[in-house]
Each structure stands twice: as structure tokens, then as C-alpha cells.
């Protein structure tokens, strides 16, 4: 065991003090804010300083990641231990051994390879299995209701999110990584009421599969692989699996189209970057409406909100993210595009320029997640329904182009773009919804 994997074990037990949380009751803060005294203020030197100390603490000759990772801990047990606030000590402990015990896969897999894709596997799998059993320890040690399938959705939820975190994040940056896995664990707990374990348990395997493909076939880098798999994990569980048949369309699809004929795309100036794999960025860009539209759906259980603006919502995005994939990389590869708002030629590549058969392919994109949508979605008549999300696809595309052509570039940037343009999917969807299907 090398240095670092040392450092990272004595990180994680230091993680396994939010297990007390439910005895301590509102003293929970207390061991934590004790560790990160001892760490800034007492422990300068010796075998403790050396064990817990990173290459910058030795500078400073303080131990700062430990003080800050118990002060992360500190804030979330703050939470947790006043009664009014609905952060239960459960999943305080699983935010906390989230981080320090998934920290520890990934520097144990560091010891056996350089592989970037199995140092976030290690994280997933150690700071799920650390999640879990903090979830059902404290519950049954509290006497509450031990919910396995939720549980599990709630522990991998919260590594993937970590892991996500973790790779565009530095080292020392723990206390972020672990506030935000908390908070997130913290509202994913309260919108799953109900979930069995067959449901998770395929969500996982489809999941973790289509994630490993994504990245073998390079159509997502890391970052990219993991947040779809989380988004994808998140819409299963909250939607359903008509939901992640949408999603996964424009994943896979999009991913394809990306790659299709990337060397003559790249020869013309019009080629995804990072040759064509799909980051972070990029796929929240594409998702973040739809993710939205599925957590407000899954509230609508525990609020008097209608459900179906959200389902339309999101098959609108959804649509448009898919519509203008296509249109954008299929139209890339012809000639003499024009420009959206003057039909004037333009160079392939100019932002808001479009081509007869980038537009048509958009359409069958929008098309295929309209059809994906009537089938497996709660849109009403299926024709009527999925009608309303190629339209909505449509008008999105043609957002995302007049944007293009009149603000991108110096103003926002690409991805600002895809944003806005998958919520204008998403709010057509809903107006043309209640204009013929809900009216």
C-alpha cells in the first residue's frame, strides 16, 4: 500500500465518525469539528501529521485537506442535528463515507493502473458499497424503516454524483464534493417513496453497460460517461423506463452521429471536439432541462402540481437536444449551407447555418424521441402526443439555429446555446400540450 492509499484509508476512517451521528444527537457536529481543530491548529509534526498530510500541507506544515474534509462534515452534521430540518443523520453518514471511503477506491485502483475510467469505477463502487451500509446502519439503529432498493439508488446516486465531482474538481476540494453528494442525497430522498429492487437493479445494470460502451466507443469522455449515467440512473428511478428510452436515444444516437464520418468533419472545420467525445459540459448542456422536468415530475407526488406539463417538458427537451444533434453533425457535411435568418451562404461551420438535409435529419430526431415518447411516456393520444414533441423538437432546433446565428460566439458560448434551446423545447412541448392534448 503506497503513501497515498495510506492517507486515503486514514481519511476514510475518519469518515466512518458520522456513524455516530444518531447517538450524538445535536453534539453530532462535535467529532468532526474537533478533528478539524486538531488538524489546523494542534498536529504540525509526527507519524499522525505524515499519515493524514498532503504534498501542500507539508509546505504549510498544517494539515489542510484533513481540516477541510472535517469541516465539510462539520456543516452537513450542522443539518443534521436540528430537528426542523429534514436532513436525516442517515444521510448525513452516506454523504460523508461517500466521499472518504470512495476516495479511497479510486487511489486504490491508482496503485494498479493509470486508467482514468477505472480510478471513477473504484469511486463508484467503494463509495456505493460506504453509502449503503451507512444508510443501513444508522436506520436500523435508530429503529427506522431500512429501504433497500431506495437506499441503493440513493448510495449510487450519490457516488456517481461524486465521482462526477471529483474528476473536474482538485484533491482538496473535498468539503464541496461532499455539501453538494449531501444535499443531492438529501432531495433524492425526499422524492423516492417507492421503488422495488428489480427496478433498481436493472436501472444499474443498463446504466453501468451503456456507460462502458459510451466510453469504449469514445463518444463520452469520463466526465461525460458519468453524468449520463447518473441522469440516466436518476430518470429510470424518477420517470420510468419509457423516460430512459428517450434519453438514451439521443445518448446513443447523438454519440453515433458525432462519430459518423469524423475525419471529413474535422478536414471541414465542423467536428465535435475532443474528437468527438462528449464531456460534462456538453451532456448537461443537452440534459439539464430534462433532468429538471424529471425531478419536478416525481415531486408532483408530494405537492398539488400536475404531472403532465413536466412529462411534456421533458420529451421536449429531450427532442430538441436530439433534433439539433443531428441536424448539426448530418448537415456539417454538406455543402453550401445557408444562413437561418438571411438564407445567405455561408462557410460550413458558421454558427446559425443550416442545410435541407441537416434539418431533415433533425426532424427524424425529433421524430424517433416523439415515437419513443408516445409509446412509453404518459403523453395522452399517442399520435396527438407524440406530434406535440417533434413539433416541440422542431421549434427548438430552429431556436438553437437563430441563437447561433444572432448572439453565439463573442456573446455566449456554444453550450449556453444548447441550453437555451432544449428549454425552448421544453416550454413549446408545454404550450402545444396544453393547447391539444390537455385542453
Same mark, same amino acid.
Given at each position: 500500500?503506497?503513501?497515498?492509499?495510506?492517507?486515503?484509508?486514514?481519511?476514510?476512517?475518519?469518515?466512518?465518525?458520522?456513524?455516530?451521528?444518531?447517538?450524538?444527537?445535536?453534539?453530532?457536529?462535535?467529532?468532526?469539528?474537533?478533528?478539524?481543530?486538531?488538524?489546523?491548529?494542534?498536529?504540525?509534526?509526527?507519524?499522525?501529521?505524515?499519515?493524514?498530510?498532503?504534498?501542500?500541507?507539508?509546505?504549510?506544515?498544517?494539515?489542510?485537506?484533513?481540516?477541510?474534509?472535517?469541516?465539510?462534515?462539520?456543516?452537513?452534521?450542522?443539518?443534521?442535528?436540528?430537528?426542523?430540518?429534514?436532513?436525516?443523520?442517515?444521510?448525513?453518514?452516506?454523504?460523508?463515507?461517500?466521499?472518504?471511503?470512495?476516495?479511497?477506491?479510486?487511489?486504490?485502483?491508482?496503485?494498479?493502473?493509470?486508467?482514468?475510467?477505472?480510478?471513477?469505477?473504484?469511486?463508484?463502487?467503494?463509495?456505493?458499497?460506504?453509502?449503503?451500509?451507512?444508510?443501513?446502519?444508522?436506520?436500523?439503529?435508530?429503529?427506522?424503516?431500512?429501504?433497500?432498493?431506495?437506499?441503493?439508488?440513493?448510495?449510487?446516486?450519490?457516488?456517481?454524483?461524486?465521482?462526477?465531482?471529483?474528476?473536474?474538481?482538485?484533491?482538496?476540494?473535498?468539503?464541496?464534493?461532499?455539501?453538494?453528494?449531501?444535499?443531492?442525497?438529501?432531495?433524492?430522498?425526499?422524492?423516492?417513496?417507492?421503488?422495488?429492487?428489480?427496478?433498481?437493479?436493472?436501472?444499474?445494470?443498463?446504466?453501468?453497460?451503456?456507460?462502458?460502451?459510451?466510453?469504449?466507443?469514445?463518444?463520452?469522455?469520463?466526465?461525460?460517461?458519468?453524468?449520463?449515467?447518473?441522469?440516466?440512473?436518476?430518470?429510470?428511478?424518477?420517470?420510468?423506463?419509457?423516460?430512459?428510452?428517450?434519453?438514451?436515444?439521443?445518448?446513443?444516437?447523438?454519440?453515433?452521429?458525432?462519430?459518423?464520418?469524423?475525419?471529413?468533419?474535422?478536414?471541414?472545420?465542423?467536428?465535435?471536439?475532443?474528437?468527438?467525445?462528449?464531456? #460534462?459540459? /456538453?451532456? @448537461? %448542456?443537452?440534459?439539464?432541462? !430534462? $433532468? *429538471? &422536468? =424529471?425531478?419536478?415530475?416525481?415531486?408532483?407526488?408530494?405537492?398539488?402540481?400536475?404531472?403532465?406539463?413536466?412529462?411534456?417538458?421533458?420529451?421536449?427537451?429531450?427532442?430538441?437536444?436530439?433534433?439539433d444533434t443531428l441536424s448539426s453533425e448530418i448537415g456539417g457535411l454538406f455543402d453550401n449551407p445557408r444562413l437561418?435568418?438571411?438564407?445567405?451562404?455561408?462557410?460550413?461551420?458558421?454558427?446559425?447555418?443550416?442545410?435541407?438535409?441537416?434539418?431533415?435529419?433533425?426532424?427524424?430526431?425529433?421524430?424517433?424521441?416523439?415515437?419513443?415518447?408516445?409509446?412509453?411516456?404518459?403523453?395522452?393520444?399517442?399520435?396527438?402526443?407524440?406530434?406535440?414533441?417533434?413539433?416541440?423538437?422542431?421549434?427548438?432546433?430552429?431556436?438553437?439555429?437563430?441563437?447561433?446565428?444572432?448572439?453565439?460566439?463573442?456573446?455566449?458560448?456554444?453550450? #449556453?446555446? /444548447?441550453? @437555451? %434551446?432544449?428549454?425552448?423545447? !421544453? $416550454? *413549446? &412541448? =408545454?404550450?402545444?400540450?396544453?393547447?391539444?392534448?390537455l385542453s
Amino acid at each position: 500500500m503506497n503513501r497515498r492509499t495510506r492517507r486515503a484509508a486514514a481519511f476514510a476512517a475518519v469518515s466512518l465518525l458520522a456513524l455516530a451521528a444518531p447517538l450524538l444527537g445535536p453534539a453530532a457536529p462535535a467529532p468532526f469539528a474537533a478533528v478539524a481543530i486538531l488538524a489546523a491548529f494542534v498536529v504540525r509534526e509526527g507519524r499522525l501529521f505524515e499519515l493524514f498530510a498532503r504534498p501542500g500541507d507539508r509546505r504549510d506544515r498544517r494539515l489542510n485537506g484533513l481540516a477541510g474534509f472535517a469541516l465539510g462534515a462539520t456543516g452537513l452534521a450542522v443539518f443534521a442535528s436540528i430537528p426542523a430540518v429534514s436532513l436525516s443523520p442517515a444521510v448525513f453518514a452516506a454523504a460523508v463515507l461517500i466521499v472518504g471511503v470512495g476516495n479511497l477506491g479510486t487511489q486504490a485502483a491508482r496503485e494498479h493502473t493509470d486508467e482514468e475510467f477505472l480510478h471513477a469505477t473504484g469511486f463508484v463502487l467503494l463509495g456505493s458499497i460506504g453509502g449503503l451500509l451507512a444508510l443501513v446502519a444508522v436506520s436500523a439503529g435508530v429503529g427506522a424503516s431500512v429501504r433497500l432498493p431506495a437506499f441503493v439508488f440513493l448510495a449510487t446516486s450519490g457516488a456517481l454524483a461524486a465521482a462526477l465531482l471529483r474528476s473536474v474538481l482538485l484533491e482538496q476540494d473535498d468539503p464541496v464534493v461532499m455539501v453538494s453528494v449531501g444535499l443531492l442525497c438529501w432531495l433524492f430522498a425526499a422524492l423516492v417513496v417507492d421503488v422495488t429492487l428489480a427496478r433498481i437493479g436493472i436501472a444499474l445494470a443498463v446504466t453501468a453497460a451503456l456507460g462502458y460502451v459510451s466510453y469504449a466507443l469514445g463518444t463520452a469522455s469520463v466526465a461525460g460517461m458519468l453524468t449520463g449515467v447518473l441522469l440516466g440512473l436518476v430518470t429510470i428511478v424518477l420517470g420510468g423506463f419509457g423516460w430512459f428510452a428517450a434519453l438514451i436515444a439521443f445518448y446513443a444516437v447523438g454519440g453515433l452521429a458525432s462519430k459518423f464520418r469524423f475525419e471529413e468533419k474535422a478536414e471541414r472545420g465542423v467536428a465535435q471536439e475532443n474528437e468527438g467525445a462528449r464531456g #460534462t459540459g /456538453n451532456v @448537461l %448542456a443537452n440534459s439539464a432541462v !430534462a $433532468l *429538471v &422536468a =424529471v425531478v419536478g415530475y416525481a415531486a408532483t407526488d408530494h405537492a398539488a402540481m400536475p404531472a403532465d406539463p413536466f412529462v411534456f417538458a421533458f420529451a421536449g427537451a429531450v427532442a430538441t437536444a436530439m433534433a439539433d444533434t443531428l441536424s448539426s453533425e448530418i448537415g456539417g457535411l454538406f455543402d453550401n449551407p445557408r444562413l437561418v435568418t438571411t438564407l445567405e451562404r455561408v462557410p460550413p461551420g458558421t454558427d446559425g447555418a443550416i442545410t435541407l438535409q441537416g434539418e431533415l435529419a433533425g426532424i427524424a430526431g425529433a421524430g424517433l424521441v416523439g415515437a419513443l415518447a408516445a409509446i412509453g411516456m404518459p403523453v395522452g393520444d399517442p399520435l396527438v402526443g407524440g406530434g406535440v414533441v417533434v413539433g416541440a423538437g422542431f421549434a427548438g432546433m430552429t431556436v438553437d439555429s437563430l441563437l447561433g446565428a444572432l448572439v453565439e460566439g463573442d456573446r455566449i458560448g456554444n453550450q #449556453t446555446v /444548447n441550453f @437555451l %434551446a432544449t428549454l425552448s423545447g !421544453a $416550454l *413549446v &412541448a =408545454v404550450a402545444l400540450a396544453f393547447g391539444v392534448v390537455l385542453s
